[in-house]
């Protein structure tokens, strides 16, 4: 069972030296009446007031001989609203500020009882009135004080709350309309390289020559590079909430490394494995770092060895470093166009989980991409709305109504769409 976190001791600030001068004022009041009993109780008394935030209840028993012996009644006053504002709300507290409550009753009873020699029951009655004054006023005064601090407290929470709540909000409408724009990607651009792939191969199987048929080749060979770039587009618009989410863990890298068929060695330490915790954000962003850190040596450098290194940072615990790092290619690099869109996607991505991606050569003819992320990121701010064409038509409208308004050949094969700007979000690709 894990101890209660204690509270630190509030250091002693300019009020309370003003209150203690304050309460000194009450020492003008015994010129003429000060004899050796008022010089022992009355400098402790006001002294302790100084720290009567870090030590209340000590400085409350240090005032109670200036009370009991009549000579000061605002330093007891003060220290018993500090003991009642003070102390944690905690059940087994509550004798402590009752009895404080009762001391100070005692003491402020002591002096009435002796102050008149021969007391009548009205005077006793006086003193009763007094003594209730001098100890539950204070004590509900800081109980009141105490009440309103933690109702500012909570309202701060709850406001933090609520804005937690919004943000989540606005994190899954995001979701939602991504994962609807990488179904119509999906239904139509995938349609029209799926012909252009398919009538590319049946004219380079009819082709008169080999320039025709090397063409055709070509065609085909980009057509499906730009199929399994669409894939990887639509699979980043998918995001986190779709049913590929609980792949993308830490654990799994081993089994990633290994499908990538390359020339890779992986050193892993899992975050649990060092009593820490890790956010599924961060995890799912480490991952994507190095499949797409793969994806990019198998493009770029064929042939390379490749180190992927993932693991807390040494230096400070609360972060993880992930680290893929290949040798010079050993093969001629395949043959598709780059983009430059794969890192932009991932710096995105690692920024979105709180933390840096940094990736260029090295020395020796190779790359390096190396992202340090947080272990528990911050909470993901309210992201802009989706840009908009003119006339309130989104960029995805613009494109469909752009498209059917293009002349198209009198042919089997459709016509490339036209120009356009395209203004939507360029998450994956090769760098």
């Known amino acids: 069972m894990s101890e209660r976190p204690r509270r630190p001791r509030p250091a002693v600030r300019g009020t309370d030296w003003a209150i203690t001068a304050a309460a000194s004022l009450e020492l003008f009041t015994l010129v003429g009446a000060l004899d050796l009993e008022s010089a022992a109780v009355c400098p402790p008394a006001l002294l302790g007031l100084v720290l009567r935030r870090r030590f209340p209840v000590p400085v409350l028993l240090a005032t109670l001989p200036s009370m009991a012996t009549g000579h000061l009644w605002l330093a007891p006053m003060i220290a018993m609203f500090t003991v009642a504002a003070e102390l944690p709300r905690r059940p087994a507290r509550r004798p402590a500020v009752i009895g404080c409550a009762a001391a100070v009753f005692a003491s402020s009873m002591r002096w009435g009882l002796v102050a008149e020699p021969g007391p009548t029951w009205s005077d006793h009655l006086i003193t009763v009135q007094i003594a209730l004054m001098f100890s539950i006023g204070p004590t509900g005064l800081g109980l009141l004080a105490r009440t309103r601090s ?48 398919a009538q590319a191969g049946a004219l380079w199987a009819t082709a008169p020559d080999d320039t025709v048929r090397e063409d055709a080749e070509t065609i085909r060979r980009h057509g499906a590079d730009a199929m399994r770039e669409l894939r990887d587009v639509v699979g980043v618009l998918r995001g986190p909430d779709e049913d590929d989410a609980g792949h993308a863990r830490l654990d799994n890298l081993p089994a990633l490394v290994e499908e990538s068929r390359l020339d890779a060695t992986l050193h892993l330490t899992l975050p649990e494995d060092e009593g820490h915790v890790c956010a599924a954000a961060v995890e799912r962003a480490a991952y994507r770092t190095v499949q797409e850190a793969l994806t990019n040596v198998r493009k770029h450098a064929p042939g390379a060895p490749v180190t992927v290194s993932v693991g807390p940072s040494p230096d400070r615990r609360d972060t993880l470093v992930v680290e893929i790092r290949n040798g010079p290619a050993t093969a001629p690099p395949a043959d598709v166009p780059a983009g430059g869109f794969g890192l932009r996607g991932l710096k995105e991505r690692t920024a979105l989980a709180g933390g840096r991606l940094d990736a260029g050569p090295t020395d020796d003819g190779g790359f390096l991409v190396r992202a340090v992320l947080p272990l528990s990121p911050p909470s993901l701010s309210e992201p802009p709305p989706p840009a908009r064409a003119a006339g309130g038509t989104s960029w995805y409208g613009k494109m469909r109504y752009a498209k059917m308004r293009a002349p198209r050949p009198r042919c089997c094969a459709p016509a490339p769409p036209p120009e356009l700007d395209w203004p939507g979000p360029a998450w994956t690709g090769s760098r």
Request: net charge positive; glycine share 4%.
């Open 150 to 197: 933690e109702l500012r407290s909570r309202l701060a929470e709850l406001t933090e709350s609520q804005a937690r709540g919004r943000r989540l909000e606005a994190e899954q409408a995001v979701a939602r309309e991504r994962a609807r724009m990488a179904r119509e990607m999906h239904d139509t651009v995938s349609y029209h390289l799926g012909i252009i792939a």
